[in-house]
């Protein structure tokens, strides 16, 4: 098998001339480990990335034809004709948003070989609308050395209405969507309190396109603290929550 000359992302043919070219560089980066050039018959060149140590994980590349592919031991998912390149996840790796509607739909994966894949069809909203199914495939735990690590903070919950999504780019070009929700507050019947949640990147984009003021959505996201400076000069501690999805639109009770 012929070894190309570069596993970068390039677009030559047809309407992807006009899309980003896929940076494999990139990637690489954010999953932490090489890439290495692969052909496939169907795809063409592109690029494999080895995850997981306990249980294996390839993630398949191929620019020209705009194709993903992610095989493990017991699960294989393909993506076809991505009109959009990859991009940074906010917890890390990589994240992809599916073609067509409804928007909001994603697969990523974490350098350790975990994959999130959220798939909702858009099919006709019920009265009472359960959040779209997820398929997560964990690997297996590692051995003990890895069992003394910080456990990262698990995912919180919500159901309230949405405020402005207001959007800003950091120094770096990140785009970085911060909105607010109004929840109930459990400590205070009757009353509600603020919840505020940040996504980034191609999440930021979705939200800033899609959602708007007074919908009411649950929405799930991963808590962080953030050290902020009001303008005279002293510090404090803002608590955000980072967005694992797209917000799921719940209709209205009042």
Known sequence: ???????RGRSNTGSLANNQAWDIEQVAEALGVAAKS???????VGAVFRLGEVQPLEIELYPDTRAVRVTGRDMQISLFRQDRPPVKAPEGGVAFELNGT?????????????????????????????PPQQAIFQPQPRPQAAEAKEKKPTSEKYVGRMGEVKTHFTKAGKRVAEVELTVPDPDRPGASRLIKFAAFDLMAEVLERNYQPGQV????????????RTKDGQEYV???LYFVQA????????
């Open 1 to 7: 098998m012929t070894e190309p000359e570069s596993i």
């Open 38 to 44: 692969r052909i496939n018959d169907a795809w063409g």
């Open 102 to 130: 409804p928007a909001g739909r994603f697969l990523s994966v974490s350098p350790r070989g975990e994959v999130l894949f959220q798939y909702d069809p858009g099919t006709p909203v019920p009265s009472h609308q359960e």
């Open 217 to 228: 959505v649950t929405a799930v996201g991963i808590p962080h603290e953030l050290k902020r």
């Open 238 to 240: 803002e608590r955000q």
């Open 247 to 254: 917000p799921k639109a719940r209709q209205r009770s009042d």
